[in-house]
């Protein structure tokens, strides 16, 4: 039998390739996702550059923070050398071989403070989130359950409220090992018991609340209650928690390793002081030895602080500066004449 042919207003035969379009729809949707992924970092992204720059404090504080963020990440990855190299060339003034001079080994300063950075900043923070994580569990599991669990947790928490952190590191590293680890975990233990207490009161504030007995009463699981609708509202404790401690390890490592409780092998800040120290650095003039790691200390811990206080203002509106609370009364008026004007328009 002849076939007959097509008319013009006959459909075209559907080929291999328009039917695999037809069928696979993920052809069409991955460009959109891909712009979803895209728009959804953007957004991201602005939210993240509104939050750091609706405070001056915040703003400067997290500019220190992350130059030194990358100086920690790239700085080792640049420079290769080894931090530890002797040379002949002693106690060398800044030049353009040794942009911050050499040690009374003849060991590159500017090589040691950039690898110790990374050091330094990775153990603070590091700890700074141990100690999160520590106080964040016992302060919201203490604040919600109460009874026999916070009896027992809160006892264990003023257990470790009086235990001093600074004798005991001490201690700990002259029995156990001469490393950064030993006084991390010291510090670590010593400090979250300040955290816990704040979270377990404002938990404990928090559990009676609607939010809180419309979930129950939805049978929402506790951990998620915990979770999703308590510790949300506890976020700005959590970061000022972690930033105080960040600058309380930062200081307790620089000051136990500046006494010579520290890893000699490693460098960082800490180490360096205690060099610098040894060798008489202040007596034989050498300022570029002693004054780099102790400047990057109180840049460091300084914008720690600003982070701090910028957070505390954004999160409690008594302390923010005044002419945040005078543009905050302007809005609230114009908003006020707008409703009042649309009100009247309506009438």
């Not at 009086?162 to 680890?181: D, H, K, M, Q, W």
């Amino acid at each position: 039998m002849s076939q007959s042919p097509l008319s013009p207003t006959s459909p075209a035969p559907v080929g291999s390739e328009q039917f695999l379009s037809a069928t696979s729809p993920h052809r069409d949707e991955s460009p959109k996702r891909k712009r979803s992924l895209l728009s959804m970092l953007g957004l991201l992204l602005l939210r993240l550059w509104r939050l750091v720059t609706i405070n001056r404090k915040v703003m400067v504080g997290s500019a220190i923070v992350g130059f030194f963020t990358l100086v920690a990440i790239f700085g080792p990855i640049i420079i290769r050398q080894n931090p530890l190299h002797y040379t002949l060339d002693l106690m060398s003034p800044p030049s353009s071989a040794h942009w911050l001079g050499t040690n009374q080994g003849g060991q590159d300063v500017f090589i040691q403070l950039v690898v110790g950075t990374r050091t330094s900043l990775f153990w603070a923070l590091l700890t700074g989130l141990i100690v999160v994580f520590i106080s964040v569990a016992v302060g919201l599991v203490s604040g919600y359950f109460g009874g026999v669990v916070d009896d027992v947790l809160s006892l264990i928490t003023n257990v470790f409220l009086v235990i001093p952190g600074f004798p005991l590191a001490i201690v700990a590293v002259e029995y156990f090992s001469r490393n950064t680890l030993t006084i991390a975990l010291v510090v670590a233990l010593t400090n979250w018991p300040w955290g816990a207490r704040v979270l377990r009161a404002q938990t404990f504030s928090m559990r009676n609340r609607e939010f809180v007995t419309a979930a129950l009463s939805t049978g929402e699981h506790t951990w998620r209650i915990l979770f999703r609708e308590i510790f949300p509202n506890e976020i700005s404790i959590v970061a000022a928690s972690f930033i105080t401690t960040t600058i309380q390890v930062l200081l307790a490592v620089a000051g136990l390793e500046f006494l010579g409780f520290g890893n000699s092998a490693t460098v960082s800040w800490g180490t360096m002081l205690y060099g610098a120290y040894t060798g008489s650095a202040l007596f034989q003039g050498a300022w570029w030895w002693f004054a780099p790691p102790g400047l990057c200390i109180v840049l460091l811990g300084s914008g720690l602080a600003l982070l701090n206080f910028g957070i505390d203002e954004i999160a409690d509106p008594r302390l923010r500066p005044s002419r945040l609370k005078k543009d905050a009364k302007r809005n609230a008026r114009r908003a006020l004449a707008k409703l009042a004007q649309s009100g009247t328009g309506v009438a």
